[in-house]
Structures are given as C-alpha cells and as structure tokens.
C-alpha cells in the first residue's frame, strides 16, 4: 500500500502522507518512506525545498501503536528547507512532524493535541521532540491533559508560523516552498546549518 507519494514541481519536492484511511497515522512504514522520500530529494540538485502535505481532512492523528517508527524519525535532520502545508487535525507524532519542519503554514480553525495519555500511551520522544519548539512546560502541560489547542494558540507559541484559509493554504505554502526555492543555496545551508534544524 502506498503511505507517500512524491513529486517534482519545479524546483520544489511534493512529499505527501497518502493514507488517509488510517488517519495518516505515523507507522514505522510510514516514517520509513517519508523519510527515504527526503533523502531522494535531498540528493536531488534541482530540489531547492521540500514540501510536506496530507491526503485528507487530517494532516496525522499521531502514532500508530502497533508499528512504532524508528528513532531516525525523530532525530534526522535535513539538509534542504522542510515547509509543511497543515490541514485539519494533527496529533502526537504528526505535531512532532510540524516541529521538525523549518517551516509551517496552517489553515485556519486546525486543531492540534498530545492526545495519547487519553489512550494510556505515551512515547516519550514525541514530547522531547515537540519540547524543542513549545518548550519543556508547555509540552508537559499539553501532554498530562490530552487537551486540543487551536491554530491561534500553535502561532502564538511558534509552532505554526503563519494561518491561511483552508481554500488558500497549498497555494500559501507553495509560494512559500517556491521562493526559498529561488534562494541562494550556499546561504540557504548556511543557515540550516547556524540553525541546528531537528530534521
């Protein structure tokens, strides 16, 4: 079953979560071809940007339990600018996606949680993951109550950086893949690297 689909716009590689009908949950399957998708396009020298979308009214409703991803989905980092175009709802491991990504623009009224304490299961590096953009009280406040946040609270606190209306928000993302795109390269790996990006 194909989880990610992939294509060339350009100067800007489409990576898409495509299962839908689970939920775009984040199974080792799932991360494994996501991020053999961001190697491809990392060795490709016409990519200048990635971008990462969803199939479906849910961006990711977090970890699937059964088939937990490798710790090189939480730890990798990208040589080449990750932009995540965020519809919906995203939980858990699809939050730490959008932290790992260097940019995210979200549509209006998209929820967001750690939600996995209300199931009783907890990976621990999905929360040190998110940490790093929300911060240590922040994510453990958010963890320990399970609670949804809105797209208002994930710009104020930095993990979204900017809201478009749904009908708007490939067309937004785009135009912001594109144009980091057209940047110099030298000085795109000059601050990646001065950053320390997650993935």
């Known amino acids: 079953m194909v989880m ?3 294509a060339q716009e350009g100067a800007v590689r489409r990576i898409t979560l495509a299962a839908p009908a689970q939920r775009n ?3 080792g399957t799932l991360a494994r071809d996501l991020l053999a998708a961001i190697a491809d396009a990392e060795r490709d020298e016409s990519t200048g940007a990635i971008l990462i979308d969803a199939e479906g009214s849910i961006f990711s409703n977090g970890l699937d339990f059964t088939d937990l991803p490798h710790d090189d989905f939480f730890a990798a980092r990208s040589t080449k600018p990750i932009i995540a175009a965020m519809q919906g709802v995203a939980l858990s491991a699809g ?3 959008l932290a790992n990504s260097h940019i995210v623009v979200a549509a ?5 949680g750690l939600t996995d304490i209300r199931e009783g299961h907890i990976d621990p590096r999905v929360n040190i993951t998110v940490a790093k953009v929300l911060g240590e009280r922040r994510t453990k406040e958010l963890a320990l109550t399970g609670r949804i946040f809105t797209t208002p609270e994930a710009l104020n606190w930095g993990l979204v950086h900017a809201a478009t209306p749904a009908f708007e928000l490939d067309d937004r993302a785009t135009a912001v893949a594109q144009g980091i795109a057209r940047a110099d390269r ?11 990006p997650s993935i």
């Not at 209006?108 to 967001?112: E, P």
């Not at 030298?186 to 320390?196: D, G, W």
Request: charged share 15%; hydrophobic share 55%.
């Open 95 to 97: 939050i730490a996606l």
């Open 108 to 112: 209006q009224g998209s929820s967001f």
């Open 25 to 27: 949950l984040i199974s």
């Open 186 to 196: 030298a000085a795109i790996k000059l601050v990646l690297e001065r950053a320390h």
């Open 4 to 6: 990610i689909r992939s």
